[in-house]
């Protein structure tokens, strides 16, 4: 199983970014799915899951701001993130659960450099 992250970039405060995450040699079409981040000298954090069934948990930190979505169809799962501010620079990561629930286990792609700076 592969996980291919993109979207990440340099964006102002206040503006959004979309980064996709895709999946290919996967046979976890309905796994949960999740967004982490890791900031410079700071760990690795959760910021959002997706389960199987679509319901969806975010990190206090970025709840009403960040959005997470998932087309079945393609194994791509979306996060929307809007109003960022300069603490949500970090490199984001997206992961494929083992279980329909997120679980620790599971594979990870490779990270996406998210900037918000003016």
Not at 29 to 36: F, I, L, P
Not at 96 to 114: E, P
């Amino acid at each position: 199983v592969q996980l291919q992250a993109c979207g990440g970039g340099l964006v102002q405060p206040e503006g959004s970014l979309t980064l996709s995450c895709t999946t290919s040699g996967n046979i976890f079409t309905r796994n949960a799915m999740a967004w982490h981040r890791q900031a410079p000298g700071k760990q690795r954090e959760k910021v959002a899951v997706i389960t199987s069934g679509g319901s969806t948990w975010y990190a206090d930190s970025v709840q009403g701001r960040f959005s997470i979505t998932r087309h079945i169809d393609d194994n791509t799962a979306i996060l929307e993130m809007h109003k960022l501010k300069p603490e949500d620079t970090a490199v984001y990561y997206c992961f494929l659960s083992s279980t329909g629930y997120y679980s620790d286990v599971g594979f990870w792609g490779q990270g996406t450099l998210v900037t918000v700076s003016s």
